[in-house]
């Protein structure tokens, strides 16, 4: 998806309906100054912000604005500001928009008039059972974004009905049509997901893990990353091999910012919580951002941890080369004792023996699934 332009005098002047626009959205944030054609052709929508606008970069975005006419272009305008919307209507701009109005409204006209960004466009060989559990899927996590965003309870009834959609995916068309359908989503942050997702409810069905649990990993897995929705997608979007240190550092509070999420959202499960805030820890103490070790990492977080480092291993869209599922074992064997060795020795099973492996329970003691 093209990105939107947000046209501003500075970006100080950013209207407070758009400031979590990035979150949802790829924006671009552009001066007067900067906005050309050619950087407006090459967007989906322009979004212009009428606050303090100059006579003379007025008259530079009119020749701009008449030079594409085919982009659609809204004027952010406060009503109480007469000037504001005349200057717009000058411009030409005949959508006006109140740019004071909750972020929520803005968001939910950009949502009718772009789509969403959640849902990909699916080939048409795609089985129907995977189709079905991706949309539901897609649609489930881009909920929860929106929730987040807004401050609205997180939709866990969706999450529950995804995740059963892709336990039934899984079984039917199983984990390899999963995870290549899934990566070729448009959104880096939603694949991710949607692969650990697939792997960590493959791998507790094999575990034996009973159906209740199973659903509230596979929701804690969907829900892992959810912290990155409080950073700009220009961010997340990139492969990991073009991310700068400062980069690198903010992607890392993503798991503090979960938990600043779920301090509202007292419905949400241990389970999923644990999820959510823990599952950057290592078994040696060496991970973070709580730094725990050994017993005080439960089932759940070990075996998340183990598919969340696979998933970004093999993940084409994240790397430039991609590890094959062999290298990736390989690599994940040689962290020793930062993961789980017995089940990493089972997860083996999953990932390079698909063809041969199936639910066996009860052949390991799982310990506790939480603290």
């Known amino acids: 998806m093209k990105p939107i332009v947000v046209v501003t005098q500075t970006e100080a002047h950013l209207p407070p309906s758009l400031q979590d626009l990035q979150l949802l959205y790829r924006v671009e944030r552009v001066s007067f100054e900067e906005i050309t054609p050619a950087r407006l052709a090459e967007s989906s929508l322009g979004l212009i912000s009428m606050a303090r606008v100059e006579r003379e970069h007025a008259d530079r975005l009119k020749a701009v604005l008449e030079a594409e006419p ?111 359908t899934v990566q070729n989503h448009h959104s880096p942050t939603f694949c991710h997901s949607l692969m650990v997702t697939g792997l960590v409810l493959q791998f507790v069905d094999v575990l034996g893990v009973t159906e209740r649990d199973s659903v509230q990993m596979g929701i804690g897995a969907m829900l892992h990353d959810l912290g990155k929705v409080k950073l700009p997608l220009a961010v997340l979007d990139k492969p990991v091999e073009q991310l700068s240190e400062e980069e690198r550092n903010l992607i890392a509070l993503h798991p503090e910012y979960a938990d600043v999420i779920l301090k509202g959202q007292p419905a949400v499960p241990a389970i999923v919580r644990n999820m959510m805030v823990a599952h950057h820890e290592y078994l040696d103490g060496t991970g973070y951002p709580m730094g725990l070790m050994g017993d005080e990492i439960s089932a759940c977080l070990r075996i998340l941890s183990i598919c969340n480092l696979y998933a970004g291993m093999i993940d084409r869209y994240r790397n430039d080369h991609p590890s094959s599922p062999r290298q990736a074992f390989a690599t994940l064997f040689g962290m020793g004792r930062k993961l789980d060795a017995d089940l990493l020795a089972l997860f083996r099973e999953v990932v390079l023996d698909r063809e041969t492996v199936a639910p066996r329970p009860g052949r390991m003691d799982m310990p506790r699934l939480i603290n």
């Open 70 to 180: 085919g982009i659609r272009c809204i004027g952010m305008v406060s009503p109480e500001r007469r000037q504001e919307t005349v200057q717009a209507q000058a411009l030409g701009l005949a959508d006006l928009w109140d740019r004071d109005e909750p972020a929520s409204l803005a968001v939910g006209k950009i949502r009718r008039l772009l789509g969403t960004y959640g849902v990909p466009a699916l080939a048409d060989d795609i089985p129907e059972a995977t189709r079905v559990g991706v949309l539901e899927a897609c649609e489930a996590f881009e909920t929860a974004v929106m929730s987040t965003v807004v401050g609205e309870a997180l939709p866990l009834g969706s999450c529950n009905r995804a995740v059963s959609a892709i336990m039934s995916a899984l079984k039917v068309d199983g984990l390899t049509v999963w995870l290549s």
